[in-house]
């Protein structure tokens, strides 16, 4: 059975940093492209990070220089870094693995609000 697990989603003033984790299991995690995806309310969820296999990263430009995605094969986890956060990251955060098109998992959704 997978799962994946994400954590770490909070209430946060602009400017602020939050770090989500997302725990994977029943998968061989190593060899499943990793990423992170949100969707705000009345918008369509997108594709904010990714990292492969062997660590090779892409950003959406909305977050590049603010977000870093990373993994840890050992622990089959991935996170997402988050600094400088603004009011227009609010969005419920996924996590999401993929193996080359064939398997494909979602977690369950983290809540990120950025507000004063």
């Known amino acids: 059975q997978v799962q994946l697990v994400e954590s770490g989603g909070d209430l946060v003033q602009p400017g602020g940093s939050l770090r989500l984790s997302c725990a994977a299991s029943?998968?061989?995690?190593?060899?499943?492209?990793m990423g992170w995806y949100r969707q705000a309310p009345g918008k369509q969820r997108e594709l904010i990070a990714t990292t492969t296999s062997n660590s090779n990263t892409n950003y959406a430009d909305s977050v590049k220089g603010r977000f870093t995605i990373s993994r840890d094969n050992v622990k089959n986890t991935v996170y997402l870094q988050m600094n400088n956060l603004k009011p227009e990251d609010t969005a419920v955060y996924y996590c999401?693995?993929?193996?080359?098109?064939?398997?494909?998992?979602w977690g369950q959704g983290t809540q990120v609000t950025v507000s004063s």
């Open positions: 029943g998968i061989t995690f190593a060899l499943y492209r």
């Open positions: 999401n693995a993929d193996f080359r098109g064939a398997a494909n998992y």
